[in-house]
């Protein structure tokens, strides 16, 4: 079992930047892939960002490349997302979640989310 619990979301003006952290804890933080989603009013959720285990590989949506930079420190059990550049698009609760598997598919674990607003 593991336990994700997302911090620093909040309000923002277009343009501005946020950093996303997701602490866990339980099972070693080190075994599992983790990824951040969001989800908007209305809209399904989707894949903003992983990153593999190591840490040596990641994966961006095209909506947020050059803009979104996924990073862990697994001393630490934490996964962030810093957040550039961002648009009114960008709104959404955001959330943490471990790939025990590593089939970027199967999501087992979640955190409860954070609001991102942004302002234009």
């Known amino acids: 079992q593991v336990q994700l619990v997302e911090s620093g979301g909040g309000l923002v003006q277009a343009g501005g930047s946020l950093r996303l952290s997701c602490g866990a804890s339980?099972?070693?933080?080190?075994?599992?892939?983790m990824g951040w989603f969001r989800q908007a009013p209305g809209k399904e959720r989707e894949i903003v960002a992983s990153?593999?285990?190591?840490?040596?590989?990641?994966y961006y949506a095209d909506s947020v490349k050059g803009r979104f930079t996924i990073s862990r420190d697994n001393a630490k059990n934490t996964v962030y997302l810093q957040m550039n550049s961002l648009k009114s698009e960008d709104t959404a609760v955001y959330y943490c979640?471990?790939?025990?598997?590593?089939?970027?598919?199967?999501?087992?674990?979640w955190g409860q989310g954070t609001q991102v607003t942004v302002s234009s």
């Open positions: 979640a471990a790939d025990q598997g590593g089939t970027y598919k199967t999501w087992d674990y």
């Open positions: 339980g099972r070693t933080f080190s075994n599992y892939i």
């Open positions: 990153i593999t285990r190591s840490g040596g590989r990641t």
